[in-house]
T-cell receptor, first 114, second 118 residues
């Protein structure tokens, strides 16, 4: 498999549920990202991991908890979400410290919170 | 703070014609990078083209070219010979000049929805 793979593609969860989004990259990159894409809003950067260390946390509520066990895998753990958290969650990877390395994105997980 | 503005919510173009998608940016950094991404209805963000602030020539990648006007702070995407498969959302993004840990921190615009008509 090549590129960046996200699972599941679609997720519907209640506000009291706990779920996790998974991202896996097969590009040999060493930086991984979570972005949130809401309707009619620019993509919002949530978390950045570079060389498996979290280097960015953009004031994201604690109900979102990232985990990066190695350079190929990234998780986003979700608990007690709100309806306004419904959005497309995009994972991306890049090669850190290599000049202008473009981000490579997955297909995203479409999350609906009921 | 860096900012990206895409003023065209939607654009229409006839198949085989060229189209320009506008992007202006605001930054006080001397060193920065500009990216364009395409997002089809499937959701994946596809990297199209990159322009560095010190690049003297406009970037080109196949049918995509970037009209970079540094003094005007604009980085418009030109798609030549449009195809039906070009119908998608297009996002302009700017890279922070000193990203932490060597990672790429991108700021995105709101996007332009391009529709190619047969």
């Amino acid at each position: 498999e090549t590129g960046v793979t996200q699972t599941p593609r679609h997720l519907v969860m209640g506000m009291t549920n706990k779920k996790s989004l998974k991202c896996e990259q097969h590009l040999g990159h060493n930086a991984m990202y979570w972005y949130k894409q809401s309707a009619k809003k620019p993509l919002e950067l949530m978390f950045v991991y570079s060389l498996e260390e979290r280097v960015e946390n953009n004031s994201v509520p604690s109900r979102f908890s990232p985990e990066c066990p190695n350079s190929s895998h990234l998780f986003l753990h979700l608990h007690t979400l709100q309806p306004e958290d419904s959005a497309l969650y995009l994972c991306a990877s890049s090669q850190a410290r290599q000049g202008a390395s473009p981000l490579h994105f997955g297909n995203g997980t479409r999350l609906t919170v009921t | 703070a860096q900012k990206i503005t895409q003023t065209q919510p939607g654009m229409f173009v006839q198949e085989k014609e060229a189209v320009t998608l506008d992007c202006t940016y605001d930054t006080s950094d001397q060193s920065y990078g500009l990216f364009w991404y395409k997002q089809p209805s499937s959701g994946e963000m596809i990297f199209l083209i990159y322009q560095g602030s010190y690049d003297e020539q406009n970037a080109t990648e196949g049918r995509y070219s970037l009209n970079f006007q540094k003094a005007r702070k604009s980085a418009n995407l030109v798609i030549s010979a449009s195809q039906l498969g070009d119908s998608a959302m297009y996002f302009c993004a700017m890279r922070e000049s000193h990203p932490q840990g060597g990672s790429e921190k991108l700021v995105f615009g709101k996007g332009t929805k391009l529709t190619v008509n047969p």
